[in-house]
């Protein structure tokens, strides 16, 4: 099943409380189309919100917009829950009761990954769009609301983070025309975006990133680059993991890498960000160990300590380059 981006904004309209799920770890994508939408429905007259579980890392601030909450009960009645930017319980956790709390549940995301544990009322999943904030610009004009400064803002930040600043092979005509659009809202400036997300780092986080930098394990002729962000490295420089941010594009942009893989060693169990280049389709390792994502960027988790996640993703990664 995959409605209309119109069907989507037929039922929208005659619901007035609506909240809004972007998955866990947000991401400019995750929590910029979740903002975006929330604000464009609040426009509308609706009671619309955010749900999230932790804290809004430190450089997506701006986009918070007074729409976030972790509060169950901010709506007593619950018309819409919507998934935004990922699919299945397990990309929301801690908010599986406000969840269940929609009388009708729906689902936009540009992520082929499918899950089995939610039947959706609608769903709109777009996995040849680059960021989830493409569909839900579309969705906000079909609504009928204004594409308002903050909303643009909002908008760019979700596409040029999911494109790697429109890097990445994601990037499309659509992409650019959207954001072309988003020039036309009266004081739009992407520059002033732009160094929001990207140059607010710390000279911690740059101590950190040199010395994961400065310790990569290279495989299959380097064409395969694994660095680890472990809890001690994090200690010793006083970072938090969304410090780590940005981190794989920097072991990307090395020459004769195909592959890079991250290991964040998390209090609760290791994560691995995966990136491709042009053929090693780093989805495929990702899904053998219960993960998921795009072609050229994945990720998976082990509850494993960080050795014995390494020889179990290494090899699956070697075969992909
Ligand atoms: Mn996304």
């Given at each position: 099943?995959?409605?209309?981006?119109?069907?989507?904004?037929?039922?929208?309209?005659?619901?007035?409380?609506?909240?809004?799920?972007?998955?866990?770890?947000?991401?400019g994508d995750?929590l910029g189309s979740?903002s975006a939408?929330?604000l464009a429905?609040?426009s509308?007259?609706?009671?619309?919100?955010?749900?999230?579980?932790?804290?809004?890392?430190k450089n997506l601030d701006f986009l918070e917009c007074g729409c976030?909450?972790?509060?169950?009960?901010?709506?007593?009645?619950?018309?819409?829950?919507?998934?935004?930017?990922?699919?299945?319980?397990?990309?929301?956790?801690?908010?599986?009761?406000?969840?269940?709390?929609?009388?009708?549940?729906?689902?936009?995301?540009?992520?082929?990954?499918?899950?089995?544990?939610?039947?959706?009322?609608?769903?709109?999943?777009?996995?040849?769009?680059a960021a989830?904030g493409e569909?839900i610009y579309?969705?906000i004009?079909?609504?009928?609301?204004e594409i308002t400064l903050d909303i643009a803002n909002c908008i760019f930040a979700a596409i040029t983070t999911d494109t790697g600043n429109f890097q990445?092979?994601?990037t499309?005509?659509?992409s650019h025309e959207i954001v072309g659009h988003l020039y036309k809202v009266e004081g739009f400036n992407s520059k002033i975006i732009s160094a929001l997300i990207y140059d607010r780092r710390?000279?911690?986080?740059?101590?950190?990133?040199?010395?994961?930098?400065?310790?990569?394990?290279?495989?299959?002729?380097?064409?395969?680059?694994?660095?680890?962000?472990?809890?001690?490295?994090?200690?010793?420089?006083?970072?938090?993991?969304?410090?780590?941010?940005?981190?794989?594009?920097?072991?990307?942009?090395?020459?004769?890498?195909?592959?890079?893989?991250?290991?964040?060693?998390?209090?609760?169990?290791?994560?691995?960000?995966?990136?491709?280049?042009?053929?090693?389709?780093?989805?495929?390792?990702?899904?053998?160990?219960?993960?998921?994502?795009?072609?050229?960027?994945?990720?998976?988790?082990?509850?494993?300590?960080?050795?014995?996640?390494?020889?179990?993703?290494?090899?699956?990664?070697?075969?992909?380059?």
């Amino acid at each position: 099943m995959n409605d209309t981006i119109r069907s989507i904004a037929t039922i929208m309209s005659d619901l007035d409380d609506i909240l809004i799920f972007p998955h866990v770890n947000m991401d400019g994508d995750a929590l910029g189309s979740a903002s975006a939408l929330c604000l464009a429905l609040r426009s509308l007259g609706k009671n619309a919100y955010v749900m999230i579980s932790e804290p809004v890392p430190k450089n997506l601030d701006f986009l918070e917009c007074g729409c976030c909450t972790s509060d169950d009960s901010v709506l007593e009645d619950v018309q819409l829950s919507l998934m935004l930017d990922c699919n299945g319980l397990g990309r929301i956790p801690g908010r599986e009761e406000a969840w269940a709390r929609g009388r009708l549940k729906g689902c936009i995301d540009h992520h082929a990954t499918t899950a089995k544990d939610i039947r959706y009322d609608f769903s709109r999943i777009e996995p040849k769009s680059a960021a989830t904030g493409e569909i839900i610009y579309r969705l906000i004009k079909d609504l009928g609301a204004e594409i308002t400064l903050d909303i643009a803002n909002c908008i760019f930040a979700a596409i040029t983070t999911d494109t790697g600043n429109f890097q990445h092979t994601n990037t499309t005509s659509r992409s650019h025309e959207i954001v072309g659009h988003l020039y036309k809202v009266e004081g739009f400036n992407s520059k002033i975006i732009s160094a929001l997300i990207y140059d607010r780092r710390s000279k911690e986080a740059l101590k950190l990133e040199s010395a994961i930098l400065g310790n990569l394990d290279f495989y299959a002729d380097g064409k395969l680059a694994v660095g680890k962000v472990t809890q001690k490295l994090l200690k010793e420089f006083g970072c938090t993991m969304d410090e780590a941010e940005g981190i794989i594009q920097r072991i990307m942009s090395i020459d004769g890498v195909e592959a890079a893989c991250l290991f964040k060693e998390t209090e609760k169990n290791v994560r691995a960000s995966l990136r491709g280049r042009t053929y090693a389709n780093v989805e495929k390792a990702a899904s053998r160990f219960g993960g998921g994502g795009h072609m050229l960027a994945a990720g998976c988790s082990f509850d494993l300590p960080l050795e014995q996640a390494e020889k179990e993703l290494i090899p699956a990664l070697i075969e992909v380059v």
